[in-house]
T-cell receptor, first 110, second 115 residues
Framework: AQRVTQPEKLLSVFKGAPVELKCNYS??????LFWYVQYSRQRLQLLLR??SRESIKGFTADLNKGETSFHLKKPFAQEEDSAMYYC????????????FGQGTRLTINP | ETGVTQSPTHLIKTRGQQVTLRCSSQ?????VSWYQQALGQGPQFIFQ???????GRGNFPPRFSGLQFPNYSSELNVNALELDDSALYLC??????????????FGPGTRLTVL
């Protein structure tokens, strides 16, 4: 079964502190992993995907197949990072649906 | 470039009624996916359409049905509404291919409340 788990519903850190949003997945095969973000009053948008190995807005995420994890990290949090973050996987075979985790609400305190 | 649009923004229905939600895909996109997002949950895949054909379906009953039109816009229809159908319904479009293997761009959603 395909499943994405984000163990923290809420995460609060101070500005300038490091941030790590956890994501674990369950999938028998090679999925494609994503992080989506939703800022206040905005639509859901792609933040980054593992195959591009980019750093977007200072965020990075490394796919660890041994631990089946895809944690999102940023060394120095900024207030504008406050948002809802969703980890998602997509099968590279069959129906190309996105399977989302429950999401983590990140709050950056000044 | 025009983004994904959805209508209406909000909708209130009563149990047993039927509802139609609409989505206009982003320019140049021929694949549309629909998701249901209940309060406090992540989006759940309902189904996907590619060039007017259903291209994959999630774990939703047959009273959830859809259409895609030649201009790639799409409708989500829900019959015999239940209280648990209250949710935000998201439409996402992607550039194409039956594999749907491109980035999905989301619309703002339609908030459906069933009383």
């Amino acid at each position: 079964a395909q499943r994405v788990t984000q163990p923290e519903k809420l995460l609060s850190v101070f500005k300038g502190a490091p941030v790590e949003l956890k994501c674990n997945y369950s999938y028998s095969g090679s999925p494609e992993l994503f992080w989506y973000v939703q800022y206040s009053r905005q639509r859901l948008q792609l933040l980054l995907r593992h195959i591009s190995r980019e750093s977007i807005k200072g965020f990075t995420a490394d796919l660890n197949k041994g631990e089946t994890s895809f944690h999102l990290k940023k060394p120095f949090a900024q207030e504008e990072d406050s948002a809802m973050y969703y980890c998602a996987l997509r099968s590279i075979q069959g129906a190309q649906k996105l399977v989302f985790g429950q999401g983590t609400r990140l709050t950056i305190n000044p | 470039e025009t983004g994904v649009t959805q209508s209406p923004t909000h909708l209130i229905k009563t149990r047993g009624q039927q509802v139609t939600l609409r989505c206009s895909s982003q320019s140049g996109h021929n694949t549309v996916s629909w998701y249901q997002q209940a309060l406090g949950q992540g989006p759940q895949f309902i189904f996907q359409y590619y060039r007017e054909e259903e291209n994959g379906r999630g774990n939703f009953p047959p009273r959830f049905s859809g259409l895609q039109f030649p201009n790639y816009s799409s409708e989500l229809n829900v019959n015999a509404l239940e209280l648990d159908d209250s949710a935000l319904y998201l439409c996402a479009s992607s550039p194409g291919g039956s594999s749907g293997a491109d980035t999905q761009y989301f619309g703002p959603g339609t908030r459906l409340t069933v009383l």
